[in-house]
Every structure is written in structure tokens, then in C-alpha cells.
């Protein structure tokens, strides 16, 4: 049209307000994080718990299942094991209840064995020989990762079969065997080669038979020992060489009444197995108190479960055949248990002691470097090496806690540093993303859903039989449970964001793909970061 | 399990988020909104000049977009003045991607009317009419057309976006701001500061003697709702009017990213609620998910602030208010069956 003959106020030509750039008004912008799930930051052994629940969410469980395998090699033992203390850092227990991780963990793990799944592998072989000495859960998981990692790895185990502690401490009634059996047989396929009844005592001679490296994670099996005066001593045991019987088969006979002196996990495994075996009264004889106790709550309440008596604050003091006197403690403003000269007796026909292990270092006394507390325990750097170069250690041996999952984490972290010593290296450890809080998280958007409950085998066969008590979740309920996770600080593709923006200035980029911001037409009103449920999004001020 | 809607062919009917978020990638693609969609009408595009975090920019989008896809793309909008106009069209840009009409402040209804005629004069009867407003066009100005329109039952779908006041001339009281807020019309001084108490009007009642098909209120705290209430009326014939509310950062001084949440308070409290009426009765009601007192709807806005005062709180007027929220709960029955 010609500019002349428009009327008054129509002379320019309409355009879309897509030229105005309200970018310009932005004092804060939103951007995009991956924070740190509270559940990731706390697992001993670094699971991406959260990425891989996300994967599970969906049904697809063999994604799931090989991102756990990244950091765990097996599954469907810690599903069952692990005391999962994800889960007490888990933001749902704020909302309702925390996520059953460990549930979800089994599942995936039991759906891989059955599946007959294999962990996806792929690098080149590196010329490197690793000696891992130990085929208990560190052991074995370092073996792992160092062939993941293209090395050439063999395992010398003293015992008879592999496992150490999963198999020759843990029952049966929490471990079945064929599970633990299948996730080592994944780890041998691999090309692990594993040599059985042979212990190593001679580090310096391993070196020189042309080992790169080794990792040494011979856990803690000495039985700690105490004085009892005992006038004439009935039978007296230690926890983990009964424990180790019964797994053999040859566990002797018992008697009606059996005394465990100790208050740990050992304790109650212990106390409980010996119901099985056939003793009418299994009690548990603790100097402390249930608040004390380093048994987990719920592992106290399954032994009492199963009618396993429990003595708190007493202490055993003489021993007199079949009789044994007892002293009455108090905790004393300390938290120590103090005597307070008053005493019982109880009447047992065997004592077991479960008053801890030592870790046995006699094959390392002479390797020079290596640092040796007076417990026993060995002292390795923040790349799990010991004093002596190329010798790492990891497990029971090493200043930590005693589980299955520290042993684990133990396994792969000593893995990453001896991979980087053997290419003349530094493992770099990628940088840690800041916690999801719950605070960050919008949880208005997130269903009501209660957790979900593992079925427990009946009260006879618990006390009569090794089969496993704790069921494992069926496909539905699993999902579901996966579900629950709010996916605390990562992006799960709600599209909120998308949504929530009155500029259209969120881009949505397809399924997996997450989205990106417009900047040229967000005015950074911060409505997305606030409606994210998960807390993904957060707002940095514009600088200049 | 839930309140989910159950979808085909999915066993576990627990989704996570279910349908309170505005997309969810585990469910079937049929039960997600028309806002998650990559194809959705945009009918107000990027560059608009409202305010960062406008709520009337969201719901305007949020409802159009919904109506566009419930009419196939057939369909004109017609709005009255006010910042929804005004943000969106200055000279000589405009943001609207759909048929897109302004006449003057009070007349909407009545242009809606009009233009519903000339489509059936001209054959085009798929081409559906939706006609928009803020509450100063809606309640006050434009009432006696849109009351005119109802009781004709022309063919239109109404839309009020109701953020309370006169918010582009800068916020001045309108029958449809509440009791006791602020606006420049109703300062915070005096006895009885802000907005007086027992005046105003509830436009979605009114609606209803009109004994009209299809009347509802939506929040743009609930979209799926919203969607819903939007698509439902698209489907149905005669006059039909939506009242939604969408806050509005400048006029109740609150924060540009509380806008959502606030409309969210304002159904939890149970000072909003969310139902559907159809011929004058109430047929649906949307039911409190976690029910709050009313003061954490009011407390994060600078217009109820004389409310809050340090040391001075007016726990009087507080009760005035809670009371009309638990008048709502029990005419509507917020709380669900039996609740009250
Ligand atoms: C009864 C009981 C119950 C437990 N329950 C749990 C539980 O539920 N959850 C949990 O997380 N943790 C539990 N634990 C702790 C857990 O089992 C251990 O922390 C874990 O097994 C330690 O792993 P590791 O690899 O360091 O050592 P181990 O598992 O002890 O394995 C060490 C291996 O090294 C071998 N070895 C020793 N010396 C040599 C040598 N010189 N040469 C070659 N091989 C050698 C041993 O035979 C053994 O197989 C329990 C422990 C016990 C005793
Ligand atoms: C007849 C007439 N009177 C007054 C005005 C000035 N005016 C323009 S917008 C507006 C307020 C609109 O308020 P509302 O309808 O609530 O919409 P909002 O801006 O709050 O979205 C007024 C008074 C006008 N345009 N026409
Ligand atoms: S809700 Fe999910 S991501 Fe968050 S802590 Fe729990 S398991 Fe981890
Ligand atoms: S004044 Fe209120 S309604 Fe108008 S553009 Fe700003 S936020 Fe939106
Ligand atoms: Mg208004």
C-alpha cells in the first residue's frame, strides 16, 4: 500500500510482537541444573540411584538395571543385603515415607538373573595383570570394575568358594544362595579367572610374578576373644566360625539352650540361625542398650520376631557349666554401660560369642611401607593405595564400615585410582553437582502414594528353615514403588516448565531430549523454577 | 490406587506426578495437555508486553490454546479492553496467532454475538466463538451485554479472566475484588482499610440464574481442570461462560514466580472454588487436595499486607475471611463427600 493514501495511525505494517525481545527485562535467568539426588550422595557404593529408577519408572528395567551395574556389580545381592541408608536420606521420607530402593534394587536384580542380562562392556585390553587378593563383595567388585576397564585380573581366594562374608556370614534366610551364586557367575563370564583354596602370603612374590598391581581385601574373620572365669566351661563358640558350619554343613549340635554374648548383626544372625538349627531358646546377652545396640533396629526385631530373647544392659561375669551369672549395667551420662553389682543367672547349654573380628594382616607384616593400626587395620591414602606402591586395599581391612556396600564402593574407587596409577596417571573424580534438598523441591505436584510392603515367609518356617524370609516385589508393585521416586533435582520431562510460561519462552526439545530456554523473550519471572516439582530448574542473576 | 483417570493398556495406575503436572512421559500421550504439546495453537506468542509472571497472559494461552484444539482451529476470539488487549497488540505488532477481535471496553459480548451471527449468515457454522474479558469488562462494564448474551443463549463461549481489579489502568477496585484488599480505589487506611466488606459480586452465580448450559470457574494453578472445563464447552452449543482466576503480580504485589501458587492457595484455602454447573445447578465439584488456612493464600500478597502488620496482626478480619472460605467448603463440599 501506498504510505500516502493509509489513514492516520495505520501507516506501518503489522508484524508479530516476535519482534520485541522482552529478554531485555531479565534480571535472573533460569537455568537448567543436575543436582546431586540425597540418595546418590549418601550410597557407599555411588549408585546413580536416581537415574536409574528413572529408567525404571518407565518399565524399562534393563536400562535400569545396566546403569546400576556402572557402580555395583551386583544387585540383586545388595537389593537384599545393603542396609540402604539411601533411604534415610531418601526427601520422600519427609513427604511420606522414603522410597524402598533396596526393593526396587532386587527386583532389577532378580529380573537380570532371570533374564540372563549381561553388563554392557567395551573397552580394549590394556595389557595390565591385577592381582585381587580376597573374593568377598570388595574383592570381587574391584575385580569388576578393573575388567570393565580392559585389565587382565585374577582372584586368589583362600576359602573354598567365593563370596567371603555374603557367603560364609550372612545366612542363607537373607542371601539365598542361587542369587549370590549367579551375580559371582556374571563376574567370572566376564573373564575373571579365580583361583579357589589359595592364600596369599607373600605379597613381594606376587609382584614378582608380574602382577602391575594388586588389591588386597581379606575382610576381618579373627574372632575377637574375652577372660570369663569359668569354673567349669560349658561349650563355647565364636559367631563366625558357626555361621561358616552351618554354610559347610557342619555345624555341631547346639543344645535346647544357647547364650549369644554380643549385640551387632553378627549377633542377631547368629541367634537366629541357632533357632533353626534347632534351639528351643536362643537369648542374646548384650552389655548396652537397644539405643546402643550397632545391630539395626530392624534386625533386632526379626531375631525377636522369631522369639530370640534379648538381655540388654547385662554382662556375663562367671561361668559355671551350664549356669551363667550375670551383671546388671546402667549407661551412664557417657553413653557407657557402667556395673551395678546387682546379678542374675540364666541357664544355657552352649555360648557364642559375637563380640566382633579382627582383620588377620600376618601376610603383610613383612612388606615394607605398610601401615598396620594395633585393631589390625591397614591404612590406605585418599586413592585406597597402601604405604607400598601399586599395593591398594579395600573392604573390612581398611578404617571403615563394615558392609557389604562400603566394600563395594571400596572395589570401584580402588579400581578408578589403579587404573589411573597402572596408565601413570590421577583419577580425576568428576565434580560433585550441590544436593537436592527437599526445600527445592515443589511437592504439591506429587501423588499421594504410600510405599509399598515386602511380604515376610510365615512365622514356622522361619523358625525352622534357612529359606529366605523377605520377599521380593512383584513386576506391578515395583513399578509403582519407582514411581515414587520424585527425582529429586533432575529433570523427569514433566513439562511444567514448558507450561508454566506465560512468554513461551521455554522450548520443549522431545522426549529425552529435557528443554532449553528462549532467552530473547524470557523476562525471568522464575515461574518455571518454582513450578518444577523436581527442583531442575534455578535462577542465577544477570550480571552487567 | 489414585483419583488417575485410568488409560488404556496401563496396568499400574500410579503415575508420580499423575495428572497434576502439565505433561508426564508416563502417560499415554491421549491423557497429557494440550500446553505439552510441541503443537499447541501458541494463540499469544512471545514479545507480549505483560508483566513478568502475568497470569492472564498463562490462562488466555492455557484457554485458548484448548479451545483452538476443540475446535479444529475453526474459530474467532473477540476481547474486550483491558491488559490482555493491551499487552498483546501494540500498535503495530500483535502477539495473537488465532482470528483475533477488539471493539471497545463493555461491548465483547455483544461483538461475540455478532460475530456468532455472521457465521451462521455466511454458512460458516464450524467456526465457534469465544469471547474474553478481565473482570472490570466482565462484572461491571460489559455486564449488561454479556446478561443479554446469556439469557439469548447465543452461541458463545465467555471467558473472564479475573485478577480482581482494574489492573491496566492500574488497579483500581472492581466488583470482583475481594473483601478487605487494597487497590488504588480502596487504600489500606482508615478503620476499615482496603475493599469493603459484603460488597462485589460472584459472576459464575450469576451466570447460573441465567440457567445458561454450561457455567465453571478454573484455575490456572490446574490445568488439566482447566483444559477440561475449556473442552467440555467447546462441545455444547448456546451461551457459556468460564470464569477463571489468574493472579496478577503488579496489582497484588506478590511475587512474579508465586503467581501459580497463589492461584493454587486460593482453590486450597477453598476462597476459589472449582466447580462446573450445567442449566443453573452445580454439577461437579473440584475437591481440596491439601486444604491451608487462608492465610497462606493472603499473606504472600502485598495487598492484604495491613492484614500482617508486626505486632498488629487483624486476626478479626483474618476470621471474616476464613469464614467465607468455610462457607465455600460447605456449599460446595470442597472437602469431598461428607466433609465439611
Ligand atoms: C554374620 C554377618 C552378617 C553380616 N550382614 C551384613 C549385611 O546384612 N549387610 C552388609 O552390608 N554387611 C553385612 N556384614 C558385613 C559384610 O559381610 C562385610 O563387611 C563384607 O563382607 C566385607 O567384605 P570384604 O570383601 O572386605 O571381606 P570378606 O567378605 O570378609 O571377604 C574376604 C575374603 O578374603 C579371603 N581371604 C582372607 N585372607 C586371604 C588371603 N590371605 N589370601 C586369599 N584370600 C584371603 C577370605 O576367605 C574371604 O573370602 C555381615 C557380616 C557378618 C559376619
Ligand atoms: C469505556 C472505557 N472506559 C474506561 C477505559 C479504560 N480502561 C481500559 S482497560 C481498563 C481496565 C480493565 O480492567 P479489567 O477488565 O479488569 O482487565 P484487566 O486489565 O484487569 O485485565 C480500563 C478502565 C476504556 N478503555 N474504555
Ligand atoms: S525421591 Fe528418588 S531421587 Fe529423591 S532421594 Fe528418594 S530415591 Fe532419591
Ligand atoms: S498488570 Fe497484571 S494483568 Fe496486567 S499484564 Fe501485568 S500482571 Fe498481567
Ligand atoms: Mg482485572
Redesign the interface.
Known sequence: MNDAVKPFAITLDPGSSKLNHTGSWRTERPVYVDKLPPCNNQCPAGENIQGWLFEAESGDYEAAWQILMRDNPMPAVMGRVCYHSCETACNRAKLDEAVSIHAVERFLGDYAIEKGLRPAVSADPSGKRVLVIGAGPSGLSAAYHLTRMGHAVTIREAGPMAGGMMRFGIPKYRLPRAVLDAEIARILDMGVTLELNTKVTDIEAAFAEGFDAIFAAVGAHLAKRIDIPAHAAGRILDAVSLLEQVETGAAPALGRRVIVYGGGNTAMDVARSARRLGAEEAMIVYRRSRKEMPAHEFEAREAEDEGVLIHWLRTIKEIDETRFTVEKMLIDAEGRPQPTGEFETLEADTLILALGQDVDTSFLTRVAGVEIAKDGVVGVDARMMTGRAGLFAGGDMVPAERTVTVGIGHGKKAARHIDAWLRGAAYGASERHPLAEFEGLNTWYYDDAPRSVQAELAMVRRQTSFDEVVEGLTEDTALYEARRCLSCGNCFECDNCFGVCPDNAVIKLGPGNRFRIDYDFCKGCGLCAAECPCGAIQMVPEIG | ??D?AETGGQ??R?????T???????MDAAT??V??S?DRS?A???????C????E??GA?YALDAAMRAAGGRMVAVNATGCLEVF?T??????WQIAWLHSVFGNAPAVATGVAAAMRATGRTDVRVVAQGGDGGTTDIGFGCLSGMFERNDDVLYICYDNEAYMNTGVQRSSATPAFARTATTPAVGPHPGNVFGTGKNLPRIAMAHEIPYVATASVAD?HDLEAKVTRAMAIGGARYIHIMVPC?LGWGS???????LA?LAVESGLFPLFEAEHGDVTAVKTI??QVPVEAYLRPQKRFAHLFREGHEDHQTLAAIQAMADANIRRYGLLGEGKA
Not at chain 2, 14 to 18: A, D, E, L, N, S
Not at chain 2, 20 to 26: A, C, D, K, S
Not at chain 2, 52 to 55: A, N
Open positions: 490406587m489414585n488417575q496396568r499400574v500410579f503415575y508420580q506426578t499423575g497434576h503436572t502439565v505433561g508426564n512421559r508416563l497429557r495437555t500446553q505439552s510441541i501458541n499469544i506468542t512471545s514479545g507480549h508486553r505483560a513478568q509472571g502475568c497470569g497472559a498463562l494461552r498483546t501494540p500498535y503495530p505488532e500483535t502477539s490445568l503480580p511475587a512474579s514466580q508465586d503467581t501459580i501458587k493454587r487436595r491439601h
